[in-house]
């Protein structure tokens, strides 16, 4: 069993749905990261924390420390907002051990 | 300009052939890492330092050697490719607990754009 698992593996919506991915945790971690793979490859941090709520525009990332689980929703979702969203918990030393990402589509 | 630059972005080689893929910043942090990343994985720490004299394996670090030339360079090998060494490659950087802004922000890691590398 992964250390971090990511739920769902893939999820595809309509332009406007709220969209909830959650990740999950087994090991004690001092930051849990999501971070967000464009099409293109590339890697964007996209939250970092380690207890509570933070929002970024129409990104919301929430953490429950006792549950071991964090979401990141996605208000009024829109099609620039299809990517990977990988979910990463820092251990120890800032070593990231990283969930297998979820797939998001957005169709118009 | 891209803080975390690596290069190539894009190769292709045959089995047995030695292949470096380099990483350079601008973000002056002294913690620097090298990740694989496979189809329908999660990513994957090859090697990491955490500065110029420090160098540590990570989960997969079989067939893979690296060098910290500089602060701002940290250079990842592979001594004799194989296929199943076909993946794309990230590189990243972090500062440490008490470089730069207090708090969990010190400690975010930046990507670069990664190398697609393809071994016959």
């Known amino acids: 069993k992964n250390e971090v698992e990511q739920s769902p593996q893939n999820l595809t919506a309509q332009e406007g749905e709220f969209i909830t991915i959650n990740c999950s945790y087994s090991v004690g971690i001092s930051a849990l990261h999501w971070l967000q793979q464009h099409p293109g490859g590339g890697i964007v941090s996209l939250f970092m924390?380690?207890?509570g709520k933070k929002k970024h525009g129409r990104l919301i990332a929430t953490i429950n420390i006792q549950e071991k689980h964090s979401s990141l929703h996605i208000t009024a979702s829109h099609p620039r907002d299809s990517a990977v969203y990988i979910c990463a918990a820092t251990q120890g030393a800032q070593k990231l051990v990283f969930g297998q990402g979820t797939r998001l589509t957005i169709n118009p | 300009d891209a803080d975390v630059t690596q290069t190539p972005r894009n190769r292709i080689t045959k089995t047995g052939k030695r292949i470096m893929l380099e990483c350079s910043q601008t973000k002056g942090h002294d913690r620097m890492y090298w990740y694989r990343q496979d189809p329908g994985l999660g990513l994957q720490l090859i090697y990491y330092s955490f500065d110029v004299k420090d160098i540590n394996k990570g989960e997969i670090s079989d067939g893979y050697s690296v060098s910290r030339q500089a602060q701002a360079k940290f250079s990842l090998s592979l001594e004799s490719a194989i296929p199943n060494q076909t993946a794309l490659y990230f590189c990243?950087?972090?500062?440490?607990?008490?470089?730069?802004?207090?708090?969990?922000?010190?400690?975010?890691?930046?990507f670069g754009p990664g190398t697609r590398l393809t071994v016959l």
């Open positions: 990243a950087t972090s500062g440490r607990p008490g470089q730069g802004p207090p708090g969990l922000e010190t400690v975010r890691q930046f």
């Open positions: 924390l380690s207890s």
